[in-house]
């Protein structure tokens, strides 16, 4: 397996169907905004639609994780899919109502809240072998994001000859496809003996507890929500800052995106090839002293091309998180667990947002990221001490 995982069956199936299913999810997230914006001329309810696509999910998080943990992964992925089929299938006949695709577009954000807990929890019982698990965690995000880039790439072409429907067609039929891969794979006995447990609680409470206990998960976790916290500026301020302050054009912001891509690409390849040698938080903690220092090349020293250093450190945050998750954590726990940590995330992402609108007027980009920065280097300094003390607190059991 550790030769030849590439070529395994799982891993075959697996990474088609995703990446199928990433491809449609592009195509809805271009058509959506287009569809509402053009029956309302509203930029309020384009917002409306934002904020709706996440709020549910926040809200339902604790709920997803008890189902997932719970009932099959397999059947939770289908039944999701099968859902979102049928959404995307009845906007090409109800094209008139925006309030139709605003809660049509809720449901389908939860629905693949669903597939995607399922699917990140199940990935143990579909690589046999463990000690790879890290290799293919960051091959399939590679094939998702350069499945992504072309999606979108992809969607402007089919929205010039065919408009919006065709997008809406072509998610539904990578839904049917992604269903069919997910039926053929064969995953664990144990993964199978856990989900059929009769005697066991689910309960939300658990996976806190959990989380409570372990320090190095919280420690990561803590890393983890400072990319989240700092996506949330860098999205909204980063076009003002090149184009405001900078007074560079469009083609440069286009540079600086292409910058970004290629050293996620780069860092996805460098993990699908080589196994993480370190333990997974110096390598998270690497990821993070990387972006900290992206930012003080692009807004001190006025350089985009650091857009390639936030890059490369990106993919080294979430795939050693997701490796710890993987590794360390019980597996009938892992739908809440993750389900926990990713509500947390979430509502970091929204509080960032909601600092750009209430500072974006008495602050300029680089002084908002530059003092994000300074803020993001102390809390990684004391993480990394915690995370020291932790170890000297385990090996004196020894």
Known sequence: M?????????????ISGSTLSAFGDVFTSTAIPL?????????????????????????????????????????????????????????????????YYLIGNSVISISAKFYSTAAKTMLPDIVSDHTVITRVNSLISLTLKI????????????????????????????????????????????????????NSKYTFTNAVRYF????????????????????????????????KYLSLSDMHYAFYQNCLLTGIVTGQIILSKYELKQKEFFWEKTGMILIIVSLIGIFLFKRISFGLLYGFGQPLIVTSWYSYFYKYTPGKLRGRLLSFTNMGFEIIHLLSAATVYLICNDFIPQQNLMFTAAI???????????????????????
């Not at 550790?2 to 697996?14: G, S």
């Not at 709706?52 to 992964?73: A, E, F, H, N, Q």
């Not at 919280?218 to 090149?242: N, P, R």
């Not at 809390?379 to 915690?386: D, G, P, V, Y």
């Open 35 to 99: 569809v509402t914006f053009n029956l309302t001329k509203s930029a309020r309810f384009s917002a409306l639609v934002l904020f709706l696509d996440i709020l549910p999910i926040i809200i339902l998080s604790p709920i997803i994780g008890i189902l997932v943990d719970k009932y099959s992964r397999k059947k939770i992925i289908c039944i999701s899919n099968i859902i979102s089929v049928i959404i995307l299938t009845s906007f090409l006949i109800i094209d008139k109502s925006e309030w």
């Open 147 to 198: 499945a992504r880039i072309l999606g979108a790439s992809l969607a402007t072409i089919i929205l010039s000859f065919w408009g919006t429907k065709a997008l809406f067609m072509f998610d539904s039929s990578s839904f049917i496809i992604n269903i069919l891969c997910v039926l053929g794979l064969r995953l664990n006995a144990m993964s199978a003996a856990q989900n059929q447990e009769k």
């Open 2 to 14: 550790r030769k030849f995982y590439f070529t395994n069956r799982n891993t075959l199936l697996w």
């Open 212 to 243: 409570i206990t372990d320090r190095i998960f919280i420690i990561m976790c803590i890393i983890y929500a400072e990319l989240f916290f700092l996506e949330g500026l860098m999205q909204s301020q980063m076009v003002v800052f090149i184009k």
């Open 376 to 398: 993001l280097a102390i809390i990684t300094l004391m993480t990394s001490a915690a995370e020291k003390r932790q170890k000297n607190k385990q090996n004196t059991w020894y």
